[in-house]
């Protein structure tokens, strides 16, 4: 039998991506709502009630608001959004996070897709903080870059137009962003981090960067110590690699048109200090990626199904 998905917001940017990953297979069947009806109340609440699982690739409060439209414990969600990511009775659906994370995924009924940046941010910061070599409340910060499709159809149409006429936009200067929270909860800190992000004039890919200075690791953690516990964090995971080496040069495109994540720890032990990087794609690892490996956990089947690494 296969599982029956509805993606609500499929003509958006992620709707899209995860579509284009999930056509084509045999083990699951879209439903689909023609574009007269995509937006339509009563059709929606249908399809989100009709559907085995549905995947939320909507604004916000639109998000809420789907959640709100199921009136049945048996359909089973994946949100995309930024609504639930530290609600209380949903999975926080990043995988590779925790021990134990992949299995409670599977078997939970809300899921929420983890943010793009906090993908990268969480990568670096969690693993350290659970071996207690990065103290619980460490003061850091986040410096970020993401192409421009990260900001949905608005900013696509922005960037391509030509009205950004910038190649990089340092943006959030309100300190005020929607990832904080999710940033703050899920590494297990008890201050948010000082976010930075930037967005650049390219269709998808991320760099996110986390500094450190040496003397705010526990006293006598080496560099080695913070690589291995990244290697041994995500020794077995198909998607998150740790570079077994120090590259001369990284770029936002590294990871782009793929659904899998690299860390890289950079340090220079004279200086005692460390920059710690994720490379990604906001559309892969960081939205349809990460929606689609949450399917396939949910869905009991092969967790790499339609994915790139
Ligand atoms: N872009 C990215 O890199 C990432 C996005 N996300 C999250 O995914 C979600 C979707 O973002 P994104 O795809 O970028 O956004 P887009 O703006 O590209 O797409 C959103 C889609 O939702 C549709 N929509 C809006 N309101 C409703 C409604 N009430 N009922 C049905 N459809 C509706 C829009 O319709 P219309 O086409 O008519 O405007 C649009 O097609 C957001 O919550 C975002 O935070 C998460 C990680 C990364
Ligand atoms: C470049 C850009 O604008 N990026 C978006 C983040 C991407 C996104 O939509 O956020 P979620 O991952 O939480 O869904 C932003 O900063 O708001």
Redesign the pocket.
Same mark, same amino acid.
Request: hydrophobic share 20%.
């Given at each position: 039998m296969t599982t029956t998905i509805f993606i609500d917001g499929a003509v958006g940017t992620t709707g899209l991506e995860i579509r284009e990953r999930l056509s084509g297979r045999g083990d699951v069947s879209l439903l689909v709502l023609d574009e007269a009806r995509r937006k339509d109340a009563a059709a929606r609440r249908d399809a989100l009630n009709d559907a085995d699982l549905v995947v939320l690739c909507l604004p916000d409060d639109a998000a809420r608001e789907a959640v709100a439209m199921i009136d049945n414990r048996r359909t089973r969600v994946v949100d *995309?959004?930024?609504a639930h990511r530290v609600a209380e009775g949903w999975t926080y659906g990043f995988a590779e996070l925790e021990p134990g994370r992949s299995d409670e995924i599977a078997a939970a009924r809300l899921v929420s897709n983890? %943010?793009? +940046?906090?993908t990268g941010f969480l990568a670096l910061v969690r693993p350290l903080v659970r071996a207690g070599l990065l103290p619980a409340d460490a003061l850091l910060s986040v410096n970020a870059a993401? %192409? +421009?499709s %990260? &900001? &949905?159809k608005s900013?696509i149409a922005e960037f391509e137009d030509g009205d950004a006429d910038t190649a990089f936009r340092p +943006? *959030?200067l309100t300190l005020a962003?929607?990832?904080a929270p999710e940033m703050t909860r899920h590494a297990g800190l008890a201050h948010a981090p000082i976010f930075q992000?930037a967005?650049a004039n390219t269709y998808r890919g991320m760099v996110v960067e986390v500094p450190v200075h040496q003397s705010q690791l526990v006293p006598g953690t080496s560099v080695e110590a913070v690589a291995a516990t990244l290697r041994d964090a995500y020794a077995g995971a198909a998607l998150v690699r740790v570079a077994s080496d120090a590259p001369a040069t990284i770029r936002i495109e590294d990871d782009a048109n793929t659904d899998r994540m690299t860390l890289h720890v950079f340090a220079n032990p004279a200086a005692a200090q460390l920059r710690l990087v994720a490379t990604l794609d906001?559309l892969g690892k %960081? *939205?349809a990626g990460a929606a689609v490996q949450n399917v396939n956990l949910m869905a009991g089947l092969d967790p790499l199904a339609g994915l790139t690494r």
């Open positions: *995309a959004s930024t983890p %943010g793009c +940046y906090p993401s %192409g +421009y %990260g &900001g &949905g900013m +943006y *959030a962003h929607k990832h992000p967005v906001n %960081g *939205a």
